[in-house]
């Protein structure tokens, strides 16, 4: 059974780091890219993050660029997503994704495979 379970979400003040993992189970995790999306209360899901399979490459949306860092570790089958310097609009549910696509496919979240149950990052003074 494929799964993506995530782990790290909470409370925190703006300005704070906060760090999501995912660990995936029951795919050949090196086949796959992997991602981040996030979904604001009313609105569309949106990528955060997305990186290559071997993750030798990465993307990111200009609301992120600069504070958000995506990794995985292959051995362990996990990836990562280093959020800095959090803003309120940073809040929403963070999910992970896993696809054997990588590309611009990833900016739509219909075209993803793979989601996690998500996990809950709140910024709020």
């Known amino acids: 059974q494929v799964q993506l379970a995530e782990a790290g979400g909470g409370l925190v003040q703006p300005g704070a780091s906060v760090r999501l993992s995912c660990a995936a189970s029951?795919?050949?995790?090196?086949?796959?890219?992997m991602g981040w999306f996030r979904q604001a209360p009313g609105k569309d899901r949106e990528l955060a993050a997305v990186i290559s399979w071997t993750g030798d490459s990465t993307y990111y949306p200009d609301s992120v660029k600069g504070r958000f860092t995506i990794s995985r570790d292959n051995a362990k089958a996990m990836v990562f997503l280093q959020m800095n310097d959090l803003n309120p609009e940073d809040t929403g549910v963070y999910y992970c994704?896993?696809?054997?696509?990588?590309?611009?496919?990833?900016?739509?979240?219909?075209?993803?495979?793979?989601w996690g149950q998500g996990t809950q990052v709140t910024v709020s003074a």
């Open positions: 029951g795919l050949t995790f090196s086949r796959y890219s």
């Open positions: 994704a896993a696809d054997r696509a990588y590309g611009g496919s990833w900016l739509s979240a219909k075209n993803v495979e793979i």
